[in-house]
């Protein structure tokens, strides 16, 4: 069956330091990848999008990889902020046809201590 | 940017009511509209597509008879929960995709709306 893992459930990170959450998936060749940041009680909230045939996409402090071998993707925030403290959630969409659903993840809760 | 909006942000309803749920993009006008579904420390669950003008498009397992859907005009769609009953408490996500975006479409997401069926 298809499924989409993160890494864990929360992570605790030390501010300033570098958060890494996973992705993995089984069963899908998605034809991008999405990563969402959701805060409590709120609708997610799009940081990036990384296409199947991307290996790595920035955007200010954030990084992400995507791996079609390893069927993985890799979140990355630098220098990270309390304020970074939330939800992230990955999604896939299956299609390329751009007007498709996503898949989510449950999400990693990241937890960043002053 | 693209403001996605939602209405009520939160609702209480006895059970065997009805409830609906607006979707409105703000400075956008949206080809397509999807409804999410999220249970507590859960993941969002793709309900249904919405696509203006045209029926809607129901995920496996939800029931469309249940759960209305009415994509009236680019800039909004409705969710209506017909017979609501307690276990249809959740928090209901609704996202819009930008006319013309593209292959790859960033999705807008509401604020959500939080039901609780007494």
């Known amino acids: 069956s298809q499924k989409i893992e993160q890494n864990s459930e929360a992570l605790n990170i030390q501010e300033g330091k570098t958060a890494t959450l996973t992705c993995n998936y089984t069963?899908?060749?998605?034809?991008?990848l999405q990563w969402y940041r959701q805060d409590p009680g709120r609708g997610p909230v799009f940081l990036l999008l990384?296409?199947?045939?991307?290996k790595e996409k920035r955007k200010e402090r954030l990084k992400v990889t995507f791996d079609t071998t390893l069927k993985q993707s890799l979140f990355h925030i630098t220098a990270s902020q309390p304020a970074d403290s939330a939800t992230y959630l990955c999604?896939?969409?299956?299609?390329?046809?751009?007007?498709?659903?996503?898949?989510f993840g449950k999400g990693t809760h990241l937890i960043i201590q002053p | 940017g693209a403001v996605v909006s939602q209405h009520p942000s939160w609702v209480i309803c006895k059970s065997g009511t009805s409830v609906k749920i607006e979707c409105r993009s703000l400075?956008?006008?949206?080809?397509?509209m999807f409804w999410y579904r999220q249970f507590p420390k859960q993941s969002l669950m793709l309900m249904a597509t919405?696509?203006?003008?045209?029926?809607?498009?129901?995920e496996q397992g939800v029931e469309k008879d249940k759960f209305l859907i009415n994509h009236a005009s680019l800039t909004l769609s409705t969710l209506t929960v017909t017979s609501a009953h307690p276990e249809d408490s959740s928090f209901y996500i609704c996202?819009?995709?930008?006319?013309?975006?593209?292959?790859?479409?960033?999705?807008?997401f509401g604020p959500g709306t939080r039901l609780t069926v007494l």
């Open positions: 069963n899908y060749s998605p034809a991008y």
């Open positions: 999604a896939l969409s299956l299609s390329g046809g751009g007007a498709d659903g996503l898949t």
């Open positions: 919405s696509n203006e003008g045209s029926k809607a498009t129901y």
């Open positions: 990384i296409r199947e045939n991307e």
């Open positions: 400075d956008f006008q949206a080809t397509t």
């Open positions: 996202s819009a995709i930008r006319l013309a975006g593209g292959v790859g479409n960033e999705q807008f």
